[in-house]
């Protein structure tokens, strides 16, 4: 089963991942830009999974540049949070 396949699963990968990033010492603003390069290349090349990841996927291509930054942030506070 792919982490994609379940929303719950998505997160609690992607919480794994951003703990694993500021464990190495990388920077927020770094976190960030990665979060986005994921969101662009998701966006373009995975099909959604679930109705979460079809919104996700909808909201990113319909926004600007700026726009798809910020998605990325509130998904990585979404995860630090949880």
Known sequence: ?????????WKGF???RLQQAEQ?????KTISNVAAEVGDYL???VD????EEAVLKELWSAASEQEQQA???IMIKLVHNK
């Open 14 to 16: 992607l919480a794994d």
């Open 1 to 9: 089963m792919s982490v994609l396949d379940n929303f719950d699963s």
């Open 24 to 28: 190495q010492g990388m920077d927020q």
């Open 48 to 51: 959604a999974k679930n109705g």
């Open 43 to 45: 966006a373009q090349s």
């Open 71 to 73: 998605i990325a942030n």
